[in-house]
């Protein structure tokens, strides 16, 4: 089983940063993709970023790229994401998930997905 744990979550004005992390413990050794997905109110959840461990590839939704950077540390237990120029529509609940396999590349599609954290929110306000 692996557990995953959120933090770094706050309230930020438009154009501040945050850093989320995220913790993984148990067994990871099989885990292929890491990826932040978030929910706003009243909204389906959506991947913004998502990591190959292996190689290191990276993957970044369209509303998302150029402000916000994943990464890993190089033990590969600890997830992160750099939020940059925060926009209040960026406001939701932010998950870390984690993936043994993803298949036909769709590493921003949640069902792919077999972990999951409990979320930290984040609020951006005008």
């Known amino acids: 089983q692996v557990q995953l744990v959120e933090s770094g979550g706050g309230s930020v004005q438009a154009g501040g940063s945050l850093r989320l992390s995220c913790a993984a413990s148990?067994?990871?050794?099989?885990?292929?993709?890491m990826g932040w997905f978030r929910q706003a109110a009243g909204m389906e959840r959506e991947g913004v970023a998502a990591i190959h461990r292996g190689g290191g590839t990276t993957y970044y939704a369209d509303s998302v790229k150029g402000r916000f950077t994943i990464s890993q540390d190089s033990s590969k237990s600890g997830l992160y994401l750099q939020m940059n120029s925060l926009k209040p529509e960026d406001t939701a609940m932010y998950y870390c998930?984690?993936?043994?396999?993803?298949?036909?590349?769709?590493?921003?599609?949640?069902?792919?997905?077999?972990?999951w954290g409990q979320g930290t929110p984040v609020t951006v306000s005008s």
């Open positions: 148990g067994y990871t050794g099989n885990l292929n993709y």
């Open positions: 998930a984690a993936a043994k396999r993803v298949l036909g590349g769709r590493v921003h599609d949640r069902t792919q997905y077999n972990f």
